[in-house]
């Protein structure tokens, strides 16, 4: 028994000291790969924090670079300031030296006035002196004769006053009419001349013509009642007229009719088919010259019936201008002078694009383009001031901002610019006739050319009738006729010539 304990000892013994053996090493080799893996986190920090530090020291250098550039701006700014304002105080001591010089010569032509008039004075007296002793009429006595000439002259004048005025009232009134008439027949057409209310369309020979018409007549008038607009289908070979104050129909009845003739097949079904698809396709081109517009002038998006209004004046023309480029460049201008002005230029954008829409309202709404406008913009929640001011660049309504007049001014630099309108041929015509007839409509006037394109008129008077005072009246008077009842894009000079000739012949 005992042998055995000693060998379970021994045996316990040496398992103890091999434990101890295997654990040393095993201590030993975690140790030492917690020092390999301390050393390979060191490194990797080492890396990590040299690359932040690269990195903080390039974002410093770059922040750096940012602030001199910055910073020299900024003092680029400051002299460009200094100077302007050295500018501006040198012109205001130029304004000051010249206005000092004004009030030097204007201070010498009052004494000179003064010395002038105590010299009058002087040779009154004399002169009074002098009639007494020639006439021997007291001083009470010529003066109540000078007054007598007065008071038969103020009269006079009185009279001629009162007859200025009546018939100032009357032109005022006739003025007024004329306007409510012009209003009302604007909503119809801006020009319902025959070179804006129809368009040709060219057949290839007489015999479309037939077709066009059909049986009895079916055709033409399927197509005049599906389009809203009229053919005239005359002698002239190879053409018809498509007639129409409304410039969308017209020229969807032109489309409409170009498509039927080059498909063959005209009869009522496929007219009302063409139409109907063209009509469509001319919607959505609407839609996209609005949106085009407003994309030119970098507007927002607007409502459908603004954008709608936009396009549509894209076929409607004023003098053979395009209205839509017309109002862009409306838009564009005004934007110009409210920058420069210090007022917003969107608010001017947006009322130079919109200020002639209201022609493309039907004209079964009742008042002028503008006011019709400005009522389409209100109701579909525009600003205030873009309403008032397209409703007062005709001076319809009194202007609420400065916008409106601003927006007068755009419209009338976007429409006389030289080449902005044309006329035709017999739109030249009409204006030298008219112009003509005005003038020679007046009592007193022998002969009235209208000279320079319509620029100039020249009136000749009778002197017999005429004398100069009547003369430079009548050449106002005619003046404001042409003001009230043209409008034309250029100013119109009016010179009147009373003469008289004395001729005799020597035998």
Same mark, same amino acid.
């Given at each position: ?58 974002? *410093?250098? $770059? =922040?750096?670079? &940012? #602030?001199?550039?910055?910073? /020299?701006?900024? !003092?680029?700014?400051?002299? +460009? @300031? ?16 010249d206005a000092e010089a004004r009030r030097g010569l204007l201070e010498s032509q009052e004494k000179e006035l003064s010395d002038a008039h105590h010299e009058a004075e002087k040779y009154q007296r004399l002169y009074k002196l002098k009639l007494h002793r020639l006439t021997g009429i007291s001083h009470e006595f010529a003066k109540k004769e000078l007054m007598a ?16 005025? *009546?018939? $100032? =009232?009357?032109? &005022? #009134?006739?003025?007024?009419? /004329?306007?409510? !008439?012009?209003?009302?027949? +604007? @909503? ?320």
């Open positions: 028994m005992l042998p055995a304990f000693v060998a379970f000892v021994v045996g316990l013994l040496v398992g103890i000291i091999l434990l101890v053996g295997f654990g040393s090493a095993w201590v030993k080799r975690a140790k030492d790969d917690a020092k390999r893996i301390r050393a390979i986190a060191e490194r990797e920090a080492e890396v990590e924090l040299n690359s932040a530090k690269a990195k903080t020291r390039a974002a *410093l250098d $770059q =922040a750096q670079a &940012e #602030i001199e550039i910055e910073r /020299k701006r900024q !003092l680029a700014d400051f002299e +460009q @300031r200094e100077k302007d304002a050295t500018r501006k105080l040198e012109e205001a001591a130029q304004v000051e030296a000439v007065a008071d038969q002259r103020i009269a006079s004048e009185i009279a001629n006053y009162r007859m200025e005025r *009546l018939s $100032q =009232a009357e032109d &005022e #009134i006739d003025s007024q009419a /004329k306007a409510m !008439l012009l209003a009302a027949m +604007q @909503r119809i057409a801006t020009n319902p001349a025959h070179e804006t209310s129809a368009i040709n369309v060219r057949l290839k020979n007489d015999d479309e013509k037939g077709k066009i018409i059909g049986k009895e007549g079916r055709n033409i008038r399927s197509f005049e009642t599906a389009t809203g607009a009229t053919l005239l289908i005359d002698d002239t070979p190879g053409m018809v007229l498509v007639s129409s104050f409304d410039p969308v129909r017209r020229e969807v009845a032109r489309q409409a009719l170009i498509a039927l003739l080059k498909d063959g097949r005209i009869n009522p079904a496929t007219i009302e088919d063409t139409v109907a698809q063209i009509q469509s396709d001319m919607d959505a081109r609407i839609v996209e010259q609005g949106e085009t517009a407003l994309r030119r002038l970098s507007l927002p998006e607007m409502p459908r019936e603004v954008t709608d209004l936009v396009g549509r004046l894209h076929y409607r023309l004023s003098n053979n201008q395009n209205t839509l480029e017309h109002s862009v460049e409306v838009g564009f201008i005004a934007s110009l002078i409210a920058s420069e002005l210090g007022l917003d230029p969107d608010i001017a954008k947006r009322a130079g694009l919109f200020h002639d829409m209201g022609k493309c309202v039907s004209h079964e709404f009742e008042g002028s383009h503008a006011a019709i406008g400005a009522e389409v913009l209100r109701r579909n929640g525009e600003d205030m001031r873009v309403v008032n001011a397209v409703a007062a660049h005709h001076e319809e309504v009194p202007a609420e901002s400065m916008y409106a007049p601003l927006l007068m001014v755009a419209d009338a630099l976007s429409s006389t610019r030289p080449g902005a309108r044309s006329d035709s041929i017999d739109g030249y015509v009409r204006r030298i006739s008219a112009l003509e007839e005005l003038a020679s409509k007046h009592q007193g006037v022998k002969d009235a050319y209208a000279i320079q394109a319509g620029r100039e008129v020249r009136i000749i008077v009778s002197p017999e009738e005429v004398d100069d005072q009547e003369a430079r009246r009548l050449a106002r008077l005619i003046r404001n006729e042409i003001e009230e009842e043209f409008n034309f894009p250029n100013p119109v000079k009016i010179t009147v010539i009373r003469e008289t000739r004395f001729t005799e012949t020597a035998k």
